[in-house]
């Protein structure tokens, strides 16, 4: 089942607030193979300008807004076209699929020559890695759809958006569950923990995955049946 949400970026951040955490709430009710589509069109040029006369409040929330939308069981495709800028930008880093059009063009939040210091700033660090996202937020220079797609902003970059948001929205259904989000939650871990500390999330991850591909009626193999059972050996 597919859930769509459409931002606006000309709307006040309250509103988008709202509107993000409305879509939330519809795909933490549904059942696994739920699919969030983002449609993020073209935002003026005046959205470069990001978030406006707002206070800190209003960030907060907004800033948790969009955690938990990266956090949810279902997959999310977002599909950008032209100018994506402001909180668009925002949905854009924490989507699992991203489609983009041929004339994309990622925005830098930029007001009076500097980078907003949001969380895109650390989700454009955690993915691109501390030197590439160094040079986008000190000159906050536009990305053009080539250049996104080469640096792994983007995924598909095509003309045919509605074909690739109807393809993408068939596969990614197949494997939207809570499986996938503990994955997805593994990933984004590994950026800031040590080993030692992501050991025990990656350790119960498996015995999860252990439990749920055992046979109905069959027990999982435990470590001292693994040590005892025979090698191959003479008898």
């Not at 309250?14 to 073209?42: H, I, K």
Request: include cysteine; glycine fraction near 8%.
């Amino acid at each position: 089942m597919r859930i769509t949400l459409r931002i606006d970026a000309t709307r006040p951040l309250p509103e988008l607030t709202a509107a993000v955490g409305e879509a939330c709430d519809q795909a933490e009710t549904r059942a696994d193979g739920s699919v969030l589509l983002l449609r993020l069109p073209a935002a003026p040029a005046e959205a470069r300008s990001w978030p406006g006369p707002v206070d800190i409040q209003q960030i907060s929330r907004w800033e948790r807004a969009v955690r938990r939308l990266e956090r949810l069981p279902a997959m999310s495709i977002a599909v950008a076209v032209g100018a994506c800028g402001g909180p668009a930008l925002d949905l854009l880093l924490v989507s699992d699929y991203r489609i983009g059009s041929t004339d994309l063009r990622l925005l830098a939040p930029v007001n009076d020559g500097h980078f907003w210091p949001g969380m895109a700033v650390y989700r454009l660090s955690q993915q691109l890695g501390a030197a590439r996202a160094r040079q986008l937020v000190l000159w906050g220079d536009d990305i053009n759809a080539r250049r996104a797609r080469e640096i792994g902003l983007i995924d598909q970059i095509t003309e045919e958006t509605e074909e690739a948001v109807h393809t993408a929205t068939v596969l990614m259904g197949r494997i939207s569950d809570r499986e996938l989000a503990i994955r997805r939650q593994l990933l984004l871990e590994a950026q800031t923990l040590e080993f030692d500390d992501a050991l025990g999330a990656h350790l119960a991850a498996c015995d999860r995955e252990l439990r749920r591909l055992v046979v109905p009626g069959t027990a999982p193999r435990t470590a001292a049946a693994a040590d005892s059972a025979p090698t191959g050996g003479a008898q």
